[in-house]
């Protein structure tokens, strides 16, 4: 009913780990698509969709990323960076030929993304 007051707000030490991690792991992810010869810019032509499909994927997941490390933020963050992983997953099931062995660390990446989103302090 009553807000605590500033003084008194206790620091959830590990919503701000999981967050940190959750937000470091998609800058870096975000910023490796951007390489021009890297593995990402192989993959990305394997799936078909041209360069812009992986800049913007790149831009959402570096987006995304930032948006974790700010508390007020932080869920918006689970939502882009979630969709990107959903895509993820369905690429791997649909498009490429990896299939369900490919799409188990994306699929891990989504279950991290919501444990952090709706993780309540305590």
Same mark, same amino acid.
């Given at each position: 009913?009553?807000?605590? #007051?500033?003084?008194?707000?206790?620091?959830?030490? %590990?919503?701000?780990? =999981?967050?940190?991690?959750?937000?470091?792991?998609?800058?870096? =992810?975000?910023?490796?698509?951007?390489?021009?010869?890297?593995?990402?810019?192989?993959?990305?032509?394997?799936?078909?969709?041209?360069?812009?499909?992986?800049? =913007?994927?790149?831009?959402?997941?570096? !987006?995304?990323?930032?948006?974790?490390?700010?508390?007020?933020?932080?869920?918006?963050?689970?939502?882009? %960076?979630?969709?990107?992983?959903?895509?993820?997953?369905?690429?791997? =099931?649909?498009?490429? #030929?990896?299939?369900? !062995?490919?799409?188990?660390?994306?699929?891990?990446?989504?279950?991290?993304?919501?444990?952090?989103?709706?993780?309540? #302090?305590?």
């Amino acid at each position: 009913m009553f807000e605590q #007051p500033e003084a008194e707000r206790q620091i959830d030490v %590990t919503e701000w780990v =999981l967050r940190i991690a959750a937000g470091v792991l998609f800058i870096l =992810l975000g910023a490796a698509k951007l390489r021009a010869n890297g593995y990402w810019a192989k993959l990305f032509t394997e799936i078909g969709f041209g360069e812009w499909f992986r800049y =913007l994927t790149a831009a959402l997941q570096l !987006g995304g990323g930032v948006l974790f490390l700010i508390p007020r933020t932080a869920r918006a963050g689970a939502v882009i %960076t979630g969709a990107t992983m959903i895509g993820a997953v369905g690429v791997h =099931l649909f498009v490429l #030929p990896t299939g369900f !062995g490919g799409a188990v660390f994306p699929g891990a990446l989504l279950v991290f993304i919501a444990v952090v989103a709706t993780r309540r #302090p305590g």
